[in-house]
């Protein structure tokens, strides 16, 4: 009753506000698409290279940690020789990356 009602300074907005935060909306989307969506969808192309790629006979290593050289290559699966006579049947996305020639017999 005694209190006047209080009002923003510039006014109650407009047309020109509405405009404003839809390009500011946009503005983000392009910000999180470049530094989030993208990166994210260029490693997952160029796993899925890697993994189409490799063969038997490739030395790799898990996601896991482990580390070995392919020696059966079944579509899904990937039999893994850790050691001499132990082999591991996993599956192929379980591969991390692919070493470079002759890293095992370096360790």
Known sequence: ??????YAQFG????????SSIVMMVGM????????????MKRQKE?????EAV????EVTT???????????????????LAPNLQVKMQKNA????LPKDTLKSI
Request: net charge negative; glycine share 14%.
């Open 63 to 81: 996601t896991s940690g482990l580390m070995g050289k392919i020696v059966e290559l079944n579509e899904p699966y990937v039999t893994v020789e």
């Open 47 to 51: 796993l899925k290279a890697m993994l």
């Open 12 to 19: 109650g907005g407009g047309a020109d506000s509405g405009i």
């Open 29 to 40: 989307f392009a910000v999180m698409y470049f530094i989030m969506i993208r990166p994210q």
């Open 1 to 6: 009753m005694w209190i006047n009602n209080a």
């Open 55 to 58: 063969g038997k006979g490739d």
């Open 95 to 98: 591969i991390a990356a692919v």
